[in-house]
């Protein structure tokens, strides 16, 4: 499978990546949160000899140890959606199991032992779902898991408990946001158990109109019931987000124009420039991309720069570290060099 940066989808396609994560822990151990460090790498060691003998050998897979990773490296990490901050904040006790590819990362010791995770381009749940599902089958011949037969799987924090399947989508919505119908969309979703968050999932904000999607109950409805579901209500989605879209452009298609080229002018041009900025910036020339008004732009290079611009992955990438203003000039240096 691609990684979702440079999988391929349709120009006026709005979501950017599926991502379907399940959350599983250990009989006979503590919630991560109790184990001290033997013990937590104890359960690293576990996990690591059933996975490599596991018949999953599709891909190349490595072992990543928290405790050996300094922080830009870690944060890195988490800026390319491999692992989340609670495994950084478990650094001692915590590792990761990810492919070659980097759509596929196995959190260990994370709220949970484990949190299983693939991360696909454009909108395709199922396909993440069957091949997470797949190396979650093959780690049960080897590890017994915390169910109950009445409960299901059983989690550190009770709203995973069940399925412990979390699915979301990465969508782009500027229209949405500019209308304001973004806040009501967020107590709709409440109510079909459903959240919004921004970027970088929870706490996080919906920097460059981009969104994370996901589901909230996890005990009654199966993984299928689950992403299923989620497809419905995205699909619904992305249709009110380009209505929206169509209304702007029939009603202020100039003005609607004129943000897009303006952004692109400043993207190409500035010397310095902060990631909020860029972000808000981009998100203006990847929907001037996705409705065809720019024609010249590879969506895969807009989905590359939601990364290599971000503090820790610009650092580790220029193998130096910076403070905040040479960060800004860095950052317009590589978006500038990305639009030549």
């Not at 915390?146 to 059983?154: H, P, S």
């Not at 989508?169 to 209308?179: D, E, G, N, R, W």
């Not at 943000?259 to 002018?265: N, V």
Request: glycine share 6%; with cysteine; hydrophobic share 40%.
């Amino acid at each position: 499978m691609e990684n979702w940066i440079k999988a391929e989808t349709s120009r006026e396609d709005i979501v950017i990546s599926s991502r379907v994560r399940l959350a599983r822990n250990l009989k006979n151990y503590s919630f991560p949160n109790k184990l001290d460090r033997d013990k937590g790498r104890e359960v690293v060691k576990r996990v690591e000899e059933a996975f490599n003998k596991s018949a999953y050998i599709e891909e190349n897979f490595k072992s990543l140890y928290m405790w050996d990773s300094d922080e830009i490296t870690s944060k890195s990490f988490l800026e390319r959606h491999l692992i989340s901050d609670k495994l950084i904040i478990n650094k001692e006790k915590a590792a990761f199991i990810k492919d070659n590819n980097e759509t596929i990362s196995i959190m260990i010791n994370e709220e949970d032992h484990l949190r299983l995770q693939c991360i696909v381009g454009g909108l395709n749940l199922k396909e993440a779902y069957n091949e997470i599902n797949k190396i979650d089958n093959l780690l049960e011949e080897s590890l017994d898991f915390a169910y109950d037969k009445d409960l299901g799987y059983l989690t550190t924090c009770p709203t995973n408990v069940g399925t412990g399947l979390r699915a979301s989508v990465m969508i782009h919505l500027p229209a949405l946001t500019k209308s304001g119908a973004i806040d009501g969309m967020v107590n709709m979703l409440s109510k079909m158990g459903l959240t919004i968050r921004g970027l970088f999932g929870e706490g996080s904000k919906g920097y460059g109109n981009i969104y994370q999607i996901s589901n909230q109950v996890t005990l009654g409805p199966s993984e299928e019931e689950i992403i299923d579901n989620l497809l419905a209500v995205i699909n619904n989605i992305i249709v009110e987000e380009k209505l929206a879209r169509e209304k702007y452009i029939k009603s202020y298609e100039y003005e609607t124009k004129d943000s897009i080229m303006r952004s692109l002018g400043i993207l190409r041009y500035a010397l310095v420039i902060t990631a909020k900025e860029a972000l808000n910036l981009l998100s203006y020339v990847r929907l001037g991309t996705e409705m065809d008004i720019i024609k010249d732009i590879d969506k895969k290079k807009l989905n590359s720069l939601l990364v290599e611009i971000l503090s820790a992955t610009m650092q580790l990438n220029s193998g130096a570290v910076m403070n905040e203003r040479e960060r800004d000039i860095k950052r317009a240096e590589i978006i500038r060099n990305s639009f030549k």
